[in-house]
């Protein structure tokens, strides 16, 4: 049986939505809610108003579209995902699935979301059955690499899970979904060079997927026919997108038997998991010992090759957003100042700041004994003071990796906080309606209802 035999097979296995077990439904849940936060916060991003005017040129959809979350707008569904999923990932605080260096909800979610607003009528149980097998086809298929990443595994992989996913909300027939896989294989996009430059184009990568999904899935279902045999072939993704390294085995017996979904870690931090390590762990040491930036000498990471890859870039004076983002000598700086990251750590103040650019200097990367390509964790962080003691924080596992999960109230601060930082806030009452909607979804008969608690001032809100 070749791998995608292997998916169908599980999707097929668990077309009852209570086949899939409560625990994966309740991640998925947490996720979701989790995600439509981060993606309120994301709608206030700069370039999302000209991901917006763009969009906009190719049509809307008053009737028997999608919503854009937090406004009003309604847009053909292929254009909804694009957009929803743009606002998810655009500030770098999507959940993400570790072994699989995989953001599954980002495509997944907004891609989902939006057939099933299209389509009407999808409950909230089947909406959080087909979320969790998603996100088993996106990360079984990133799990299988076994090289440094190339090739924008988050667009990619979680394209490939939002098509199943939709396929099996859509009670596609075996054909149609292998048409669909074959047609989401074929709009494949997305490398690390927009990572490295530092460019608003890593989220648009995800926002394409998404739209790639929903596209795939619809051709699919009126029978254009697409390529079978995409993840094994000679041009399928395991030889040519990981170069003919992958080693789907060990991942792939995990469906049905680990339910990825379980597996998801948060972001406690608007920026790249691989730089929450480094984040947490000064934070915790700096509050254990009562320590300012004006008592610490220097902060080392220890860490994997994939941190290094990922976020150890050199401070730049007027560095873009995006870079910032993912630049630890700077996130690190934030620490030593104001002993946080959140949602206003990367205004112009900042960016311009001297005394970060003078913090940054005090931080640096080195490599473990690690030699995983696509390992985040263990790591350790080195902290000398100035009145020359020096401390080793043992990272095992990550705060916010399932191992180390936030708590239930960070979580529920993460979303308050990203509800109010849309560019149409939720008011208080706004914010309990919606964590509400999402809590109880498994009553709801169409997810639809849950959707619209995204938007400021509407009648379910002040009811």
Not at 51 to 64: D, E, F, I, M, N
Not at 91 to 103: G, I, L, S, W
Not at 131 to 141: H, K, R
Not at 408 to 416: I, L, N, P, S, T
Request: aromatic content about 6%; glycine content about 8%.
């Amino acid at each position: 049986m070749n791998h995608i035999s292997q998916i169908i097979e599980h999707l097929e296995a668990h077309r009852d939505a209570a086949s899939v077990p409560a625990a994966a439904r309740a991640a998925a849940k947490m996720f979701m809610r989790d995600s439509m936060g981060v993606a309120l916060a994301g709608a206030r991003v700069a370039e999302s108003r000209l991901v917006a005017t763009v969009v906009a040129q190719w049509g809307l959809a008053p009737q028997g579209g999608a919503r854009v979350w937090g406004s009003t707008q309604t847009l053909p569904a292929p254009s909804a995902a694009l957009r929803n999923a743009f606002h998810i990932h655009n500030q770098e605080f999507d959940c993400v699935h570790e072994r699989a260096v995989v953001h599954p909800m980002a495509v997944i979610l907004a891609a989902l979301g939006a057939y099933a607003e299209r389509a009407g009528g999808v409950s909230g149980t089947r909406f959080l059955a087909a979320l969790a097998l998603a996100v088993d086809v996106a990360t079984v298929i990133g799990m299988s690499a076994t090289r440094p990443i190339r090739f924008f595994r988050p667009a990619q992989c979680g394209c490939l899970g939002a098509t199943a996913g939709i396929a099996w909300l859509g009670g596609f027939s075996e054909q149609q979904t292998r048409d669909a896989m074959g047609l989401a294989y074929s709009q494949l996009a997305g490398t690390m060079q927009a990572h490295i430059e530092g460019t608003p184009a890593l989220a648009l990568q995800v926002a394409f997927a998404a739209r790639a999904a929903v596209c795939a899935a619809d051709l699919a279902a009126v029978g254009f026919r697409g390529p079978h045999d995409v993840l094994d072939g000679r041009y399928g993704y395991f030889a040519l997108i990981e170069d003919g390294a992958a080693s789907p085995t060990a991942p792939f017996a995990e469906l049905g038997q680990v339910w990825q979904i379980t597996r998801v870690a948060h972001k406690p931090y608007p920026t790249g998991r691989a730089a929450q390590g480094g984040i947490s762990g000064l934070i915790k040491f700096m509050q254990q010992h009562a320590l300012s930036a004006g008592d610490i000498e220097s902060v080392t990471l220890f860490a994997p090759p994939l941190i290094r890859q990922l976020v150890d870039r050199p401070y730049q004076a007027q560095m873009p957003v995006n870079y910032a983002r993912l630049c630890l000598p700077y996130l690190l700086a934030l620490v030593l100042r104001d002993g946080r990251v959140g949602l206003d750590a990367y205004t112009a103040a900042n960016l311009s700041a001297d005394d970060l650019a003078k913090l940054s200097a005090r931080v640096g990367v080195q490599p473990d004994a690690n030699t995983d390509p696509n390992a985040l964790a263990p790591q350790r962080l080195l902290v000398k003071t100035r009145a020359g003691q020096t401390f080793a924080i043992d990272m095992p596992h990550v705060y916010g990796a399932p191992e180390a999960r936030m708590s239930e109230d960070a979580q529920r601060q993460k979303f308050v906080d990203c509800c109010r930082a849309a560019p149409e806030p939720l008011d208080d009452h706004g914010i309990a309606a919606l964590q509400a909607a999402i809590d109880d979804i498994e009553t709801c008969a169409d997810v639809r209802e849950v959707f619209a608690r995204t938007i400021p001032n509407t009648p379910q809100q002040s009811s």
